[in-house]
């Protein structure tokens, strides 16, 4: 067990960009897929956590070729179109569901293999049977030790190479039918059919959905029955995006409804309509009181208008009711969640942890975890209000919460842990083993901790070449600020005044022009990029010679300068609004014009020499000398090192020296005392 970690509770609003991970079910669905793809996929933004380890050192021991690297978030796999190189294999599928299930399917398709498997403890009593029944009527063996059928882990599966016409009893567990219509179209003529209901059935959608993306859909007859109608090897993906995490999202969308007023936290790629059930946890936190506001392919939360209860059925997105169950003593009302019935036998009895804790810390659960542990079919848990209890039972210090080795439960009270229950910054909540998290979520509370930041303003001020564009970008992406290119800016309006026939030469011609265009952003990723008229300038038409002619004349211009100053401003409101931690603006006069309050000011500057070749090396023909003379000698906003800037010479100095730099600057200002 890790050491217990004291949360300390946030005494001021949570901002900036969850650094939420990788989908643990889309990276490992996707890996099986993979593995039985004719081809080579390479994932990027997989998750990488103790599940999809086990599952890709598996693939590993049964000789697959999987090539991890971590920094950069990406796996990539050589399928074998459905061949699996290994016939007899020893492995374990430690208490990862996906890895049980998915794989134990996957080996039935080996014609004659022999493989041993087992699980943790944990593993060994959470439900196999639907699966190994199925798989036994098509000729398959899961037997245990003694000779005797298997029900559970451990046992050793002789495989026969084929599925045949299953019916599977899916109603403890999605996985046991998703484990097996993935392996079906390498079966010609298999079907599967289930037997009754299942739980969480948005996980089967996200099953046939990426059968579908991987070249095999999957049809449902009038019967019911699952079929693949061009059965055959997967088709590899070439470069497929793993979708950030719906699950471990939750938490940071429940987060701004405990710090307080002026939160805002941005969730990069949270979309309805992708592949994820577990995205309509947003629908019951906003009908709690969340603020949400959907930008582009983002979720921004803003601090929550209210915090109320209600009665929810979780049953399609179970994995989330313990981010709301952990909010529900802070509400203002009751707070029922229903049909959680299968979540008893998953990384532990999940209701009975639940109502456990809660009760620990002196919340009225119902019913309570007594009659839970005399009933193990009730599936239903009301959460009542308790302020008050709460700050009795941790009057005396912080309360160890228990984790039962369960990811969910440590980061769904770290949450509750970070609500300033006394107002003094007491902290009250301590979680036992929060290491736990790294089943799906190695990350969680340095995650947690980044959103603790005041928002900053970064200016980058610089010569032609110097630096700036791919220091602040990166800056920016690391620390989630948002990223603003000012010479962007210039470039766009000059793009346009040279189209309306304007001459830097005629001020004249200038001013008509400049009066019909209209300024606005747009969000894409993490760069706030300029629109003209409401459309995007394209990123060529502004590098073009032309534009690099005269940029540095138009700029030099007082009226084309404060055509832009007002609306470069306003970007700094812009970032705050999109839940950003700060905004990182580039250019040649931000900290000394647009914007000189900024917490952080830094000057790039490289030998011209050196400056001439990074734009060689980019194709350009720019004449850098020359627009640096005329950007640092005009009247108006020349550039210059503004005053209390920090210079950075990197003539010498690597992209990832001068970032380190930076961020140490930003991340020293954005320390909240
Ligand atoms: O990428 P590069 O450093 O060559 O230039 P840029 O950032 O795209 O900026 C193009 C031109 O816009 C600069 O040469 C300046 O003349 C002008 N500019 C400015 O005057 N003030 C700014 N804050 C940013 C750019």
Redesign the pocket.
């Known amino acids: 067990m890790s050491p217990t970690l004291t949360i300390t509770p946030f005494r001021t609003p949570a901002r900036g960009v969850a650094q939420v991970p990788g989908s643990k079910s889309i990276t490992n669905r996707a890996l099986l897929l993979a593995a039985l793809a004719e081809g080579e996929t390479l994932f990027t933004g997989a998750l990488f956590s103790r599940d999809t380890r086990i599952l890709c050192a598996a693939l590993l021991a049964l000789g697959y070729e999987v090539t991890t690297d971590e920094a950069a978030q990406t796996i990539r796999i050589v399928g074998l179109g459905g061949r699996i190189p290994k016939a007899h294999a020893k492995l374990h599928v430690g208490n990862a569901g996906t890895a049980a299930r998915f794989l134990t399917a996957f080996l039935a398709l080996a014609p004659q293999g022999v493989y041993e498997m087992d699980g943790d403890e944990a593993m060994r009593a959470r439900p196999m049977a639907g699966l190994l029944d199925a798989l036994t009527s098509a000729g398959c063996r899961a037997l245990r030790a003694d000779g005797q059928p298997a029900t559970h882990f451990p046992f050793t599966l002789h495989t026969a190479g084929r599925l045949g016409d299953l019916e599977v009893d899916a109603s403890a567990s999605s996985q046991l039918l998703s484990a097996l219509l993935m392996a079906l179209p390498l079966s010609p003529g298999a079907s599967v059919r289930m037997k009754g209901a299942t739980v969480s059935e948005p996980f089967v959608v996200m099953t046939e959905k990426m059968c579908a993306q991987f070249g095999r859909p999957l049809v449902r007859d009038a019967a019911g029955a699952w079929r693949c109608a061009q059965p055959g090897p997967y088709r590899a993906a070439g470069t497929y995006a793993i979708e950030p995490d719906a699950t471990a999202a939750s938490y940071f969308i429940a987060l701004p409804a405990v710090t307080g007023a002026g939160a805002g936290v941005r969730l990069q790629g949270y979309v309805k309509g992708g592949l994820q059930g577990d995205t309509a946890f947003a629908a019951v936190a906003a009908r709690c009181g969340a603020t949400l506001t959907p930008q582009g392919s983002a979720l921004v939360v803003q601090t929550w208008h209210d915090l109320q209860g209600g009665e929810f059925d979780f049953n399609d997105f179970s994995d989330t009711f313990l981010t709301l169950a952990t909010l529900a003593p802070l509400a203002s009302s009751p707070t029922t969640i229903r049909n959680i019935g299968h979540t008893r036998k998953q990384e532990t009895d999940r209701v009975l942890a639940m109502a456990t804790e809660l009760e620990r810390l002196g919340v009225k659960v119902v019913p309570t975890a007594a009659e839970l542990r005399a009933d193990e079919s009730l599936a239903t848990l009301t959460i009542h209000p308790a302020r008050a209890a709460l700050q009795q039972a941790a009057a005396r210090g912080p309360v160890a919460i228990h984790t039962y080795e369960d990811h969910r439960m440590a980061m769904s009270f770290g949450i509750l842990g970070s609500y300033d229950l006394f107002g003094d910054g007491r902290p009250w909540i301590a979680i036992q083993d929060p290491a736990c998290t790294s089943k799906t979520f190695p990350k969680f509370f340095q995650a947690l901790e980044a959103l603790r930041t005041r928002f900053v303003a970064v200016a980058v001020?610089?010569?032609?070449?110097?630096g700036?564009?791919s220091t602040a970008k990166v800056v920016a992406r690391d620390l989630g600020l948002l990223h603003v290119?000012?010479?962007?800016?210039?470039?766009s309006v000059?793009r346009a005044l040279l189209d309306a026939g304007a001459r830097a030469e005629d001020p004249a011609s200038v001013l008509p022009a400049l009066a019909g265009l209209r300024l606005g952003s747009e969000i894409s990723g993490i760069s706030s990029c300029v629109t003209l008229d409401g459309r995007r300038p394209a990123d060529a038409s502004?590098?073009t010679e032309d534009v690099?002619a005269s940029?540095?004349?138009?700029?030099?211009l007082p009226a084309v300068?404060n055509f832009?100053l007002a609306y470069?401003r306003s970007q700094v409101a812009l970032g705050q609004a999109a839940g950003f931690a700060g905004v990182i603006?580039?250019?040649?006069?931000?900290g000394s014009?647009?914007l000189p309050d900024a917490e952080v000011r830094v000057f790039l500057q490289a030998d011209p020499v050196a400056r001439a070749q990074r734009?060689a090396a980019e194709g350009q023909t720019?004449a850098?000398a020359q627009?640096?003379l005329?950007?640092s000698t005009?009247a108006t906003?020349p550039?210059v090192c503004p005053a209390g800037a920090t210079r950075i010479d990197n003539t010498h100095l690597s992209l990832v020296a001068v970032v380190a730099q930076v961020k140490a600057l930003v991340q020293s200002a954005a320390r909240l005392v």
Do not use: C, P, W
Not at 461 to 466: F, I, V
Not at 485 to 491: Q, V, W
């Open positions: 001020d610089g010569g032609a070449a110097s700036k564009s290119d000012t010479g962007a800016h210039y470039r000059t502004l590098r690099n940029v540095s004349k138009f700029a030099a300068r832009l470069q603006m580039e250019g040649r006069d931000i014009v647009v734009r720019d850098v627009r640096d005329l950007d005009r906003a550039l």
